[in-house]
């Protein structure tokens, strides 16, 4: 933990006080989004202390040039950045003359900030004192609506405290902006058109390069003490720039709001030369509809979401603080009705990674995407890799591949790789294995198997053909063997046999040739339209069980484990618990050299394996792998602590998996990695939701059905979910003693509890 200012509260994130070194964290941590947009916290007005301006639209992006020194065949063309968008949201504010900017005030107190998670808000409010001595009280709420996806709302409300005092807003937008992560202040955009029509301000642009088009605009209505002031607007036009300038008269203690509406049109979903009118007929509504309907209809649209999607943790109010502000983000991110978008890992938090979609989307975000709304959504997801397949087909044929082989990229905007790492980009082929595990796990949850004929068969013949050319025969060893390769665990580069790369590559071979059979057994039709496409052929497959019968996997028959990678032993094995605190994170405090030499683990690698495929190993296995290699993790990826405390809770160790899950939930609200200033783990975040549902709860699905272990961890009085398991809706509730099922649907469901058939029958509480 390397921050505690946020208050513990059930339903809300909150600071008080008023800290210029918290300000860039606290941008991440109360960022907004509705799926299609969205922006760190920046302050409205003016503000000239460190700060990090964000904000993005979804499925936008750069592809900026990659530069190395030393160019290898294979490396991608370039590094997908996402991309800083307009600002919308700028008013500047003057009392008496003077800029109203907190880091200049002589005083700023009763300083308070709230994101909102039930209703979806975010409020801001203070008194501040200026240079000029004049005081006056401030309140901000800003929400970006979830029912009207291309706009934003903001109330900006001044009060003169000490004196009466005239009051400017000058809102405005702006087009000329650059990237936190630009590598030499360039410009990613070109404005092309900066006009006004009837109050409303529109800028035009469009990327370099890529050529997305989007209009930023904005409208505003100035009140006093509720009722509008009809004064006329002095528009300043520049060539990226428009402002609006307001002028009124306050009293003291007379309340002035600014009620700004803004947000962008984009040509992903509006023609070229139309996205002007759209913009305005965004505006002639939310201006119809005014603020606090507005508001409403966000409440409500948020209510819905949590109805369904909601983990309630009674007891504990840092852990429940953390789940729901893990799901509030998850569902920022992305709500799943556009299957061209995804999950990226920062979502509209901030920009580092680059690329919008990553093997996260698969291994984490899919399963709570599953149950938590209607199963078209993970469908939407799959379909978006299955889109993509020509495009992995080609990454591999860039790295010599053929026949049809498909490696996925790691990082992505369009299918085609974008990341510039070549340890990543050429070695961390595991990822293809997360595409095959996502489909498996939406076919078992949703019995949705035409999923498989349709689309799904064509993705796992390309990626067992990549296994299969990938893996080589050693003689030596009488084995197949994967080399050069990086797991998981990125603080091993370039190693060979690494044992979960091995094995989800054997797996995919395997589950492929299962599929083909059943495809070829009841989907007669489909099965020889694949054959036909893809030309695969008997010998072929027989050619992919050779090589999964004889896949090698590095054992040590000392430590009796699985061993990472072939030379993981040749390290000197010290736990984390003898490394000082100093020293830590080691990926901040070491040289890279150093990390790749010792024995420290980023994330689950061979954990990671177990979690996937817990049916294929005892219970006594998963103990002897997690006790060898727990204690040398470090944590420092965001996708750890999850699966650890899953597999703490299937082992019985509760206490273990409580500070893992809360490691997990509350990961960026307490900055464990000391980096939350760069914007929120999104991704991660769904594995926050699975390790109360998969490790708390114990949900499994064993043969087509639901099976639930639940367990809760002290201190806790009870905890519940719900899940949308085949169209029908299962709340569960998880107390000390006793967990009770509530069905919302018209057929019976039979479901597992430690082992035990029980029915429950639609509306009909049920307590084991």
Known sequence: MNQDYIKPNDWSIIEEGFEAGRVESSESLFSLGNGAMGQRANFEEQYSGATFQGSYIAGVYYPD???????????????????????????????????????????????????????????????????????????????????RNELGAINFEVEPLNSDATIVFEPYIDSGITNEDANWEEKFWETLEVKTVDHKAFITSKTLKTEFHATVFMQSQLFRNGSEINTEAKEVLFEEKISFRYTTEAKKGEKVNLHKFGGYVTDMNHKREELTAAAGKVLDNAVDSGFEKLLQEQKLAWAKIWEMADISIEGDVKAQQGIRFNIFQLNQTYLGEDARLNIGPKGFTGEKYGGSTYWDTEAYCIPFYMATKDQHVARNLLTYRYNHLDKAIENAEKLGFSNGAALYPMVTMNGEESHNEWEITFEEIHRNGAMVVAIKRYVDYTGDYDYIPEKGLEVMIAIARFWQQRANYSRQKDKYVILGVTGPNEYENNINNNWYTNYVAKWCMEYCIENLEKVKSDYSSDYERIMSKTKLSAEEIAGWQEVADKMYFPYSEEYQVFLQQDNFLDKEIVPVSELSKAQRPINQKWSWDRILRSCYIKQADVLQGFYFFEDHFSKEDLEKHFDFYEPLTVHESSLSPCVHSIQAAALGRMEQAYQFYLRTSRLDLDDYNNEVKEGCHITSMAGTWMSVVEGFGGMRIRNGKLSFDPQIPNGWKSFSFKINFRNQILKINVAPEKTSFILEGDQNLEILVKGNSIVVEPNNLITV
């Open 65 to 147: 040039k990659t530069k190395v020194g030393w160019w290898k065949n294979g490396y991608p063309e370039y590094f997908a950045k996402v991309l800083n968008a307009p600002n919308w949201i700028g008013i500047n504010v003057l009392v008496n003359g003077e800029s109203l900017d907190l880091f200049t005030c002589k005083e700023v107190r009763d300083f308070r900030r709230e994101l909102n998670m039930k209703e979806g808000w975010y409020e801001r409010s203070f008194v501040a004192t200026l240079p000029n001595n004049i005081e006056v009280r401030v309140k901000v709420i800003r929400f970006l609506s979830i029912t």
